[in-house]
């Protein structure tokens, strides 16, 4: 038996513009978990309570947004400065958002 391999996507989803956005934005947010779970230890959560888990989650996730806060600024200053647009500011800076 032979199993296939590879994405679920055929040739017609990938070439569309908003496959690309997706997937980037898909990215980012993978990457917000998987800090959440390594970082501040959300793999596991203490408690069974629904109201601390949640209260756990959006502390983190205002963390998160904080450790970021450096680099977007950075970034939005450059748009400020240059009026680039924002793909070209970040170039400019040699940053990319996460």
């Given amino acids: 038996m032979s199993f ?3 994405s679920n996507l055929d ?3 990938g070439r569309h513009p908003g496959c690309e956005v997706s997937q ?4 980012r947010i993978e990457e917000a978990n998987g800090w959440a779970k390594t970082r501040v230890g959300l793999a ?3 408690s069974d309570d629904v109201d601390r888990v949640r209260w756990m989650f959006q502390s983190r ?3 998160y947004d904080l450790v970021r806060l450096p680099k977007l600024l950075a970034a939005s ?3 400020a400065e240059t ?3 924002p793909a070209k500011a970040f170039e400019a800076v ?3 958002p996460n």
């Fill in 4 to 6: 296939r391999r590879g």
């Fill in 11 to 13: 040739a017609r989803d």
């Fill in 24 to 27: 980037k934005i898909r990215k």
């Fill in 44 to 46: 596991r959560t203490p």
């Fill in 61 to 63: 996730a205002i963390a």
């Fill in 77 to 79: 200053e450059a748009v």
């Fill in 83 to 85: 009026r680039l647009g």
């Fill in 94 to 96: 040699g940053k990319v």
